[in-house]
């Protein structure tokens, strides 16, 4: 079966403007992660759903960061009035939850974002 | 909170050496601790697990144990190859990876023939 999907794969925008990210998780992964790869800070947690709602958000830096999920299903990260620091990777993770023992994460190629 | 430490690299070994990169942690309780790999070009793989104190993860001749005296999960392998070159990510989870993952900054291995 497919994995996780993302798209664009790629993103130029100028600063200011407003990206959306777009991820589609493995089909039945009730689990849904974003994290951000960037030269100075490594990989860092964003958010995860589990289902719909996002139990934490503290990873997100800023006010300027968002992200939905709609059915269970594909997720949207929304990055408003873009700054330069905002340039990275962008990945997305999915898993089926089972239990708390253990969990595999899946990730997608990510969306590599460029502010100009 | 969660911290992942590891050595960054890069580390240059040559073909058929034995590999250690060191990964120490810091977080309350329990953690699930893993290694992941991201191989040039292609994304973040699984690379192995344990869940919990004195649990080995092992995977394509890939071995780490989980040490809970010592905070650590050391990765080793006995004889690498120029195919294993490639990102090392040390990370852990407190919700055995059903929350988000902290990653440590990860560790460049370069293979030479």
């Known amino acids: 079966g497919a994995g996780v999907s993302q798209s664009p794969s790629n993103k130029v925008t100028e600063k200011g403007k407003d990206v959306e990210l777009r991820c589609d998780p493995i089909?039945?992964?009730?689990?849904l992660y974003w994290y951000r790869q960037s030269l100075g800070q490594g990989l860092e947690f964003l958010i995860y759903?589990?289902?719909?709602?996002?139990?934490?958000k503290s990873g997100l830096p800023s006010d300027r960061f968002s992200a939905e999920r709609t059915g269970g299903s594909v997720s949207t990260l929304t990055i408003q009035r873009t700054q330069q620091e905002d340039s990275a990777v962008y990945l997305c993770?999915?898993?089926?939850?089972?239990?708390?023992?253990?969990?595999?994460?899946?990730f997608g190629p990510g969306t590599r974002l460029t502010v100009l | 909170g969660n911290s992942v430490t590891q050595m960054e690299g890069p580390v240059t070994l040559s073909e058929e050496a034995f590999l250690t990169i060191n990964c120490t942690y810091t977080a309350t309780g329990y953690p699930s601790l893993f290694w992941y790999v991201q191989y040039p070009g292609e994304g973040l793989q699984l690379l192995l697990k344990a869940t919990k104190a004195d649990d080995k993860g092992s995977n394509k001749g890939f071995e780490a144990t989980y040490r809970k005296e010592t905070t650590s999960f050391h990765l080793e392998k006995g004889s690498v190859q120029v195919s294993d070159s490639a990102v090392y990510f040390c990370a852990l989870s407190q919700g055995g990876g059903a929350d988000g993952l902290t990653f440590g900054k990860g560790t460049h291995l370069i293979i030479q023939p």
């Open positions: 759903f589990q289902g719909n709602s996002a139990p934490d």
């Open positions: 089909s039945g992964h009730t689990a």
């Open positions: 993770a999915s898993s089926l939850v089972r239990d708390r023992l253990y969990n595999e994460q899946f």
